[in-house]
């Protein structure tokens, strides 16, 4: 391993000196004006690359104007917004419905010099590249390990995909498979490894297909339901869950997926119902599965269980993971209340039993994939950002507060956040959430800007936030960028900047929502 970062390194150096160039010249107006007269004689009239142009001093003084506008309003703010966008406050809560943390380049020089060799690798010869897989795999691993201390097991283009029954099923056969002891299966027999089904809480987010989504959030996914129907299991009487569980158990459920917050309307798991949970699963051999895949880093710590008020009474067994991580699928948590059951606990045999199953696979996942959630993870380890995810969700919610929210109108846990859309809608200067069913979500990103307060009150959320608006959406449009949501109730509209910030015909309808004018 020491070979290959040394190897890494040593090769890097060489790629960015062979790579560099001298950097390109930038002549004043002045210079310009200069090496324009004398390329002709100098007359009123000149030749230059064929055409005649007039000096006179009208001329000169309109090119010296539009060489200073291009210079110190056009190109110097673009070049800033392009190079550092990190450093202005963001309009956009959505983010893809919150796939992405940051907006600064995960596999950049700045985040990891080996990280930034790889991806170099990759845009040049991604045959070469895969000699080099297992190594990334090696460090995305660790990466992985040291930030959430959970263990990737299976990677996946999506959390649905991981939350499959089957799926669920195979994996969990797998790491009985490996226990210490030659017991039989002590989570699920024949009968219910023939036909599983799982257990949710309710209002969870669901999935996107399967049997899940017969209880899915978002509307459109639940005709795609196909499978036995989960089970439902209620918290909000704790003292009930443990009849449920029992119940669940019975008809056939090999795991229970939870949520810390309820991705169907943003209510916060009670710790009292987490210990209750936790107990009830391990007391009926259930596997408890948390799906963390728009919790982790947003809600104050690297997975929202591992916040003190439910660590402190134990640990989920498997992790659903996704969105902002870059990568999609499903890790172990070693201390769970039943994986502790199996007895692995040498860290040797913990990595041999995940490989083991990743070598049934082609292979772990993309490289692009691995290295961008690398770079997360060593960006969102650096700089702290489930303690700076408090932050910003401590200057949002006290910004909400001034705005005439009452707390109970506001649901979510620190980052993540939730208003009702009708209560949304009466912000004046609102931003561009995420829908989901009656409410909507704000996704902030983690950069630094975001936890200033007099930032976010001048540039997003007060009247002296329209100079800033209308300079974003004037940088978006000279990219010939859309915007694909609304910024007041989420849902997505099909329009260009342009239709958005213009007065005229059918934007005059949603011109007022972003209000630019």
């Known amino acids: 391993m020491s070979y290959m970062k040394g190897r890494s390194r040593n090769k890097f150096?060489?790629?960015?000196?062979?790579?560099?160039?001298?950097?390109?010249?930038?002549?004043?107006?002045k210079e310009e004006l200069k090496?324009?007269?004398?390329?002709?004689?100098?007359?009123?009239?000149?030749h230059i690359d064929g055409e005649k142009h007039k000096y006179s001093l009208r001329s000169i003084r309109a090119f010296i104007s539009r060489a200073a506008s291009t210079r110190y309003k056009g190109h110097s703010r673009s070049k800033t917004r392009d190079t550092n966008p990190e450093n202005y406050p963001d309009l956009n809560f959505h983010h893809t419905f919150g796939s992405s943390l940051t907006r600064k380049n995960p596999v950049s020089k700045d985040t990891d010099p080996d990280i930034a060799w790889y991806w170099d690798l990759l845009s040049r010869s991604p045959s070469e590249l895969q000699y080099h897989i297992y190594q990334i795999c090696d460090h995305y691993r660790n990466?992985?390990?040291?930030?959430?201390?959970?263990?990737?097991?299976?990677?996946?283009?999506?959390?649905s995909d991981a939350s499959n029954a089957a799926l669920l099923t195979s994996i969990i056969s797998h790491l009985v498979s490996h226990a210490q002891s030659d017991s039989q299966n002590p989570f699920f027999d024949n009968e219910a490894k023939s036909n599983p089904r799982v257990a949710i809480t309710e209002e969870s987010y669901g999935a996107g297909y399967g049997c899940l989504a017969y209880h899915a959030v978002i509307?459109?996914?639940?005709?795609?339901?196909?499978?036995?129907?989960?089970?439902?299991?209620?918290?909000?009487?704790?003292?009930?869950?443990?009849?449920?569980?029992?119940?669940?158990?019975?008809?056939?459920?090999?795991a229970l997926i939870t949520e810390i917050v309820r991705a169907g309307d943003g209510k916060?798991?009670?710790?009292?119902?987490?210990k209750y949970l936790l107990q009830a699963c391990k007391d009926h051999g259930l596997i408890l599965i948390i799906d963390e895949a728009l919790t982790s880093i947003r809600c104050g710590a690297p997975f929202a269980y591992q916040l003190p008020q439910y660590s402190q009474h134990g640990y989920p067994d498997l992790v659903l993971f996704g969105k902002a991580?870059?990568?999609?699928?499903?890790?172990?948590?070693?201390?769970?209340?039943?994986?502790?059951?199996?007895?692995?606990?040498?860290?040797?045999?913990?990595?041999?039993?995940?490989?083991?199953?990743q070598e049934r696979l082609t292979e772990m996942a993309q490289?692009?994939?691995?290295?961008?959630?690398?770079?997360?993870?060593?960006?969102?380890?650096?700089?702290?950002?489930?303690?700076?995810?408090?932050?910003?969700?401590?200057?949002?919610?006290?910004?909400?507060l001034t705005e005439e929210f009452k707390v109970s109108d506001i649901g979510g846990l620190h980052s993540l956040l939730y208003l009702r859309t009708r209560d949304a809608a009466r912000l004046r200067y609102p931003v561009m959430g995420?829908?989901?069913?009656?409410?909507?979500?704000?996704?902030?990103?983690?950069?630094?800007?975001?936890?200033?307060?007099?930032?976010?009150?001048?540039?997003?959320?007060?009247?002296?936030?329209?100079?800033?608006?209308?300079?974003?959406?004037?940088?978006l449009k000279s990219r010939g960028l859309k915007l694909s949501f609304c910024s007041r109730c989420g849902n997505a509209v099909e329009a260009e900047v342009e239709s958005l910030v213009s007065t005229t015909g059918s934007s005059q309808r949603i011109a007022p929502r972003l209000n630019m004018e």
């Open 268 to 274: 916060v798991i009670s710790e009292r119902a987490w």
């Open 219 to 254: 509307n459109s996914n639940r005709p795609l339901a196909n499978g036995p129907r989960p089970v439902v299991i209620k918290t909000h009487v704790p003292a009930a869950i443990d009849v449920q569980v029992k119940k669940a158990k019975s008809q056939g459920c090999i």
């Open 35 to 46: 090496e324009r007269s004398a390329a002709g004689p100098k007359k009123s009239v000149g």
């Open 143 to 159: 990466a992985f390990r040291s930030f959430f201390t959970a263990e990737p097991i299976s990677l996946h283009g999506h959390v």
């Open 13 to 29: 150096s060489r790629i960015e000196k062979r790579g560099r160039s001298r950097p390109r010249k930038t002549s004043t107006w």
């Open 325 to 357: 991580v870059r990568t999609n699928g499903l890790a172990v948590e070693w201390c769970g209340s039943n994986i502790q059951k199996l007895g692995i606990v040498d860290q040797e045999d913990r990595l041999f039993t995940v490989l083991d199953w």
């Open 434 to 475: 995420a829908k989901a069913g009656k409410h909507l979500r704000w996704f902030p990103t983690m950069d630094e800007v975001m936890t200033s307060e007099e930032e976010l009150r001048t540039k997003i959320f007060g009247a002296g936030s329209i100079p800033h608006r209308r300079e974003l959406w004037s940088y």
């Open 367 to 400: 490289a692009s994939d691995l290295l961008a959630s690398w770079g997360t993870l060593v960006l969102a380890k650096r700089d702290r950002w489930p303690q700076r995810a408090q932050l910003i969700g401590g200057v949002l919610k006290e910004i909400l």
